[in-house]
């Protein structure tokens, strides 16, 4: 083999994952599986596509080396292969608000917010001092699967639709501070309008949770 010849496979085999990317509904499939394993069955109702479409892109990204699976009775579980293939998806996510126009335009569309809501937000640094003053309430308001595959440690689980029953067992005058998936998560902005409505104080944090793990900070796995 030629060197020329040496250096294209070597080339090819770093597309075979940008081919697992090229894929919305691929990403939307790395996005539920960021937040820990799921089955074939689960991942196509969340996804909202057919079963034999979700195996279909679940094979892809398998093949680009972004997830795995394992086999359990008659059902098929996915997971992320590592922490770098979730910051690969992080990251291009990252990139593409900040490079692609049309990218913020949508994030605001998806999200529903303005410039005022992006504002009201608590940094991740910030987060451990406040709730170890006793400052504030941290609710993850992502489903409760996901809440046991990993969580802030000291965070309540209150999936988004049980949130208004829950309001009561908030102290009056506490802060809330919500998080859910990442940075594009529209659950966690849901939340904010819900309490504000409310009449109470509340933030979202920086980001989300697959932000969180990955800058290495605390994450504790439990019963909801």
């Not at 692609?100 to 917010?113: K, P, T, V």
């Not at 410039?115 to 006793?134: A, H, I, N, T, Y």
């Not at 992502?142 to 990993?150: C, D, F, I, L, W």
């Not at 849901?190 to 109470?200: N, Y």
Request: charged share 25%; aromatic share 6%.
């Amino acid at each position: 083999m030629s060197h020329r010849e040496a250096k294209s496979a070597l080339y090819e085999q770093f597309a075979r994952m940008g081919k697992g990317l090229a894929n919305p509904k691929r990403l939307e499939l790395l996005d539920l599986l960021s937040q820990g394993e799921r089955s074939v069955e689960v991942l196509s109702t969340q996804a909202g596509l057919g079963l034999s479409t979700t195996s279909m892109h679940l094979q892809a990204l398998k093949d680009s080396g972004l997830v795995v699976s394992r086999r359990s009775g008659t059902s098929i579980y996915y997971r992320m292969k590592s922490e770098e293939a979730s910051a690969l998806f992080a990251m291009l996510r990252e990139v593409a608000s900040t490079h692609l126009a049309e990218a913020n335009r949508a994030i605001s569309d998806y999200l529903g917010i303005d410039s005022d809501e992006k504002s009201l937000v608590v940094k991740r640094s910030e987060l451990p001092d406040l709730m170890q003053d006793g400052e504030v309430v941290v609710l993850d308001v992502r489903p409760t699967v996901e809440y046991k595959a990993g969580h802030i440690p000291g965070a309540v689980s209150v999936p988004l639709p049980e949130l208004e029953r829950f309001l009561s067992k908030i102290p009056e005058g506490h802060e809330v501070v919500v998080y859910c998936r990442g940075a594009f998560c529209v659950l966690a902005y849901d939340a904010i309008k819900t309490l504000t409505s409310k009449g109470r104080r509340a933030r979202r944090l920086q980001e989300g949770m697959l932000e969180w793990r990955l800058a290495g900070l605390p994450v504790e796995q439990s019963v909801a």
